[in-house]
């Protein structure tokens, strides 16, 4: 092995995680990120439970072709005073700001029965709620997003399509949710919707590589 092959292995070996394309998970607390994150990554050490804000520091895990960052959960976090959940806030904008140029695309995760309420609350003091704030952020930034409407199985089944086209509107795009390939329905503590999810990351991912090619 002559040096120059030495030092693309030692290239590839110290500097091979930082170059690959970032996926990011980010949704308010309680909405199913973590029960997300332990389905990608096989792993159950991430923690999974009902109590809101339990993942508070930023984790990366090296699927592969791209490295998942989960991302703390914004809003509401029990237990927790409100100058440390703004700080939380502060912290995921930061890093996605910081972050753009190697982000191939963001996973938002919201709940599809506690939606509605949220947004009327927020609209009701004369707020954008923090959900609609975000994904304007993240596309802002032309980062591709995934919006994935987890916890259907709250829904009728007769009513999903209304429901989804509801929040369609409120995400600035007029119904039918079915012309919209980047709405993913899903039930996560079933792995319902996760290879959907999963085709959608691959799609964003062979682009952003492509398009990271022709710039270089």
Known sequence: MDFFERYTNLKRKYHGKKEKPKVVVVGRSNVGKSTFVRLMTGRKDVKVGKRPGLTLKINEYDLGDYILVDLPGFGYMS????????????????????????????????????????????????????????????????????????????????????VLDGICEFFKCSPPWRQWKFIVPAVLKKGQGIDEIKKRIKERVDLFKKLKVKKH
């Not at 700080?87 to 963001?106: G, M, Q, S």
């Not at 704030?133 to 209304?162: G, R, Y």
């Open 79 to 162: 237990g927790l005073p409100k100058n440390v959940q703004e700080k939380i806030k502060d912290e995921i904008v930061h890093y996605i700001e910081n972050n753009a140029d190697k982000i191939a695309t963001a996973v938002q995760i919201i709940d599809a029965k506690s939606f509605f309420e949220i947004v009327r609350r927020w609209d009701e003091r004369g707020e954008i709620p923090i959900d609609l704030e975000m994904f304007d952020f993240i596309t802002d930034l032309k980062i591709s997003p995934i919006l994935v409407v987890n916890k259907m199985d709250k829904i009728k089944k007769e009513d999903w399509d209304t």
